[in-house]
Nanobody, 119 residues
């Protein structure tokens, strides 16, 4: 089992920056990929970014490329999402998730943290 806890959400003006964190606990040695997803009111949850835990290789949704950056701190078992040049359309609940099974999907999810970007 892996437990994920997000933190760092809040209210920011358009053009501003925010960093959200995801602390993992439990069987963290089995973590293979950590990802960030978001869900805006009335919309489906969408992929934002992910990082391969061992190599640090990253991938991003087109909508955030060049503005968001995902990273991890292996020693702290924590993943981060640095969000710059925020837009009102980035407003959503941001969730982190983990892949622990080889070839598996995102089986573990955090409770989410609200990010609100005002115009």
């Amino acid at each position: 089992q892996v437990q994920l806890v997000e933190s760092g959400g809040g209210l920011v003006q358009a053009g501003g920056s925010l960093r959200v964190s995801c602390a993992a606990s439990g069987r963290t040695f089995s973590t293979r990929v950590m990802g960030w997803f978001r869900q805006a009111p009335g919309k489906e949850r969408e992929f934002v970014a992910d990082i391969i835990w061992s190599s640090g290789s990253t991938s991003y949704a087109d909508s955030v490329k060049g503005r968001f950056s995902i990273s991890r701190d292996n020693a702290k078992n924590t993943a981060y999402l640095q969000m710059n040049s925020l837009k009102p359309e980035d407003t959503a609940v941001y969730y982190c998730a983990a892949v622990v099974r080889p070839g598996g999907g995102f089986d573990y999810w955090g409770q989410g943290t609200q990010v609100t970007v005002s115009a």
